[in-house]
């Protein structure tokens, strides 16, 4: 089974900027060659999981909740079998759980279609 792991999260003031790395486990096959997709999520306290960008990881092809659309920027590595999610001008609401997903399925923006994630990492903004 090809394992995610997201890395890059921590504590920021808010305006300011993170960028959140998923790469397959050691040992993993490709994420681009195992999944149609990769997406990030994120999970607020006290409110449900939400899928916030999904890329199609065999094109260019992105897509965004409108929370986040102007503010994050998904991009893939396939030399790195990694996809960032680059977070900028930060708000207090952005404070999650973030996960990155994949799926076999087509659709990015189909939140959910993702079945394959990662144990997630924790963005903390500062007002």
């Known amino acids: 089974q090809v394992a995610l792991a997201e890395s890059g999260g921590g504590s920021v003031q808010a305006g300011g900027s993170l960028r959140l790395s998923c790469e397959a486990s050691?040992?993993?096959?490709?994420?681009?060659?195992?999944?149609?997709?990769i997406g990030w999520f994120r999970q607020r306290p006290g409110k449900e999981r939400e899928g916030i960008a999904g890329?199609?990881?065999?094109?260019?092809?992105?897509y965004y909740d409108r929370s986040v659309e102007g503010r994050f920027i998904i991009s893939q590595d396939a030399d790195k079998q990694t996809v960032y999610l680059e977070m900028s001008k930060l708000k207090s609401e952005d404070t999650a759980m973030y996960y990155c997903a994949g799926t076999e399925e087509h659709g990015c923006g189909a939140w959910h279609q993702y079945n394959i994630w990662g144990r997630g990492t924790q963005v903390t903004v500062n007002s």
């Open positions: 890329i199609f990881t065999l094109g260019h092809y992105d």
């Open positions: 050691s040992g993993s096959v490709a994420y681009w060659k195992a999944f149609t997709c």
